[in-house]
């Protein structure tokens, strides 16, 4: 299910609430393509009017993404950050990129994924900033100021340091459900939807936090 508006948000007496309708009325909001600015402000508005609505009550956002433009990300990673409302990030298939970002983001403790995920982490891409073949001193600056609030994000909502998050990023980076958990982007990997079964950080083997996680040095698309 891709994320979108309902369209139909009153029904009169009698009428059937619609599926897609009963699930934004639980707070599941879905995460499921490619996030660009129309997309990071369908989200935005559907946050602000839940929260409106209900300054407490949490929400659940599952995500399914190959990540995608960096500002909007970051406008969804500010939006989450700034609401009141506990947010639960459910990974339910890839996280990557700027979805892996978000996936980090959400409350301490509340932050699952599903043991097939993936997760994939890089730095921002100049050729998703400019067409032009060679950075302006502006825009290689705002890059770089950009790179930087990237780092700091990964560095605040996981448990590595500055240099591992920097290295890590400069290239196409993966990892599997416990990898992310060691890294500290998740804290709990789910083996049922009603979170009986759980693994947290505690459960794994020094052999698993070791974190001799894969890189991509071909630059595969990971979409």
Not at 113 to 130: N, Q, W
Not at 138 to 164: G, N
């Amino acid at each position: 299910m891709p994320l979108g508006i309902p369209k139909v948000v009153f029904q009169g007496p009698g009428d059937e609430e619609p599926d897609c309708n009963r699930l934004y009325n639980l707070r599941f909001l879905f995460l499921c393509q490619e996030l660009d600015y129309e997309k990071a402000a369908q989200l935005c508005s559907l946050l602000v009017n839940f929260t409106v609505e209900d300054p407490k009550k949490e929400f659940f956002l599952f995500i399914n993404s190959p990540g995608g433009a960096l500002i909007p990300g970051l406008t969804v990673y500010d939006f989450l950050r700034t609401l009141g409302p506990d947010v639960n990030t459910i990974c339910m298939g890839t996280a990557a990129s700027m979805a892996s970002l978000l996936l980090a983001v959400g409350t301490v403790s509340k932050r699952i994924a599903y043991p097939g995920s993936r997760v994939m982490i890089h730095e921002p891409e100049a050729s998703k900033f400019t067409a032009s073949m060679a950075l302006t001193v502006k825009e290689a600056e705002e890059l770089a100021y950009l790179r930087q609030r990237v780092i700091d994000t990964y560095k605040k909502h996981t448990i590595q340091s500055q240099s591992r998050i920097e290295s890590d990023l400069e290239r196409d980076t993966f990892m599997t459900a416990k990898q992310a958990l060691a890294y500290g982007i998740i804290d709990k990997i789910a083996y049922s939807v009603d979170g009986l079964y759980q693994e947290t950080l505690d459960d794994l083997t020094a052999e698993e936090r070791d974190l001799d996680i894969e890189h991509n040095p071909e630059g595969l698309d990971w979409s």
